[in-house]
């Protein structure tokens, strides 16, 4: 079986230092272009989920279509992973359904919006990694916050990550992996005028204190071409601005292994989409337009399992079920 452990395929890729992109999904079209990639590039993934994209899908319908992409990529590892968990409630609900991976986010409250106590934080996180350990899955946690709001979550204030808080935080919480704020933000607009700057400084403390692995939220490169498109095409984004590549690039050199994709995806959908609307208006079959927007993000995912280093890495080791996973986590 391909389902993986978010925490195995992290570790491989600390090991060899490359990045793993976790790519956002909420509809069939999205699951198929990232496996595509996935295959092409034979690199392991990590198919991610919002409680938004959840309730859009009614849960059991994107459940089974991760479930079909295990079954049609024997050779590909991959791990359906919960985004941006706001509750034990939540977590137990995703691993119901089959999840090997959850994020519990305690730098917020359980609205998603209201910046936690690290208490808080540190409370709400034990009691998932407790459980989800138990089960054999692994627990992403979050210190410090981003700016931006995408599928509901996020808040208007930035609290970049105190890398001695960290190391503290780890250490009371025995979690999988951690994600940082260093400066990346939620959503399409991420930066004021032209500063795209990154507290790599941040990094480098964070990484030079804690082993486990460390994840990147809010890591689109909003590209130029894709915003251009969906302008030419009757959109308004002129102010989208991302990460540059080569900053995410830089990040993976310092120790991110894990790096969060939504919004350019929906930027490639959105495109595509838009472009077959203006230029064949007598379209009308929901295959011409979503058949050609899985197409323009299966070459978006190619171009970024390229630039992480991910690719011909599928093939590097055996991905552990549940029950080897709870006997590492039994044995520690």
Do not use: W
């Amino acid at each position: 079986m391909a389902l993986a452990s978010c925490k195995q395929i992290l570790e491989e890729a600390q090991k060899k230092c490359y990045g793993v992109g976790a790519y956002n999904v909420n509809n069939m079209e999205q699951i198929q272009a990232i496996m595509t990639a996935a295959k092409e590039t034979n690199s392991p993934v990590i198919i991610q989920v919002s409680r938004g994209a959840l309730k859009y899908s009614n849960s059991t319908y994107l459940q089974y279509l991760m479930k079909a992409a295990i079954i049609e990529n024997p050779d590909i590892p991959i791990a359906m992973h919960l985004d941006h968990g706001n509750s034990l409630e939540t977590v137990i609900k995703a691993i119901e359904l089959g999840f090997s991976s959850v994020m519990i986010d305690g730098s917020l409250m359980e609205d998603g919006k209201t910046i936690s106590t690290y208490d808080y934080n540190v409370k709400v996180t034990r009691s998932v990694v407790e459980y989800a350990h138990a089960r054999g899955v692994s627990v992403e946690a979050e210190i410090g916050t981003l700016g931006g709001l995408e599928d509901g979550v996020g808040s208007d204030r930035v609290h970049l990550t105190e890398p001695k808080l960290a190391k503290k935080f780890v250490d009371e919480t025995n979690v999988d992996s951690l994600a940082i704020a260093i400066g990346t933000s939620h959503g399409a607009y991420k930066f004021k005028g032209t500063s795209t700057n990154l507290a790599f400084d941040i990094l480098r403390e964070v990484r030079a204190l804690i082993d486990i692995p460390i994840v990147l939220h809010g890591a689109s490169s909003v590209p130029k071409k894709l915003i251009n498109e969906i302008n030419k095409y009757g959109g308004k984004m002129s102010d989208a601005a991302g990460i540059p590549v080569e900053s995410l690039q830089e990040a993976i050199k310092l120790g991110i292994t894990k790096i969060n994709v939504d919004t350019d995806g929906r930027l490639a959908i959105t495109a595509a989409i838009r472009k077959v609307f203006t230029e064949c208006p007598e379209k009308f079959d929901p295959r011409d337009y979503l058949g050609q927007a899985r197409s323009e993000l299966t070459n978006l995912i190619v171009l970024k399992m390229n630039a992480f280093g991910t690719v011909n890495h599928a093939n590097d080791y055996i991905p552990k079920g549940f029950e080897e996973m709870k006997k590492l986590y039994i044995s520690k």
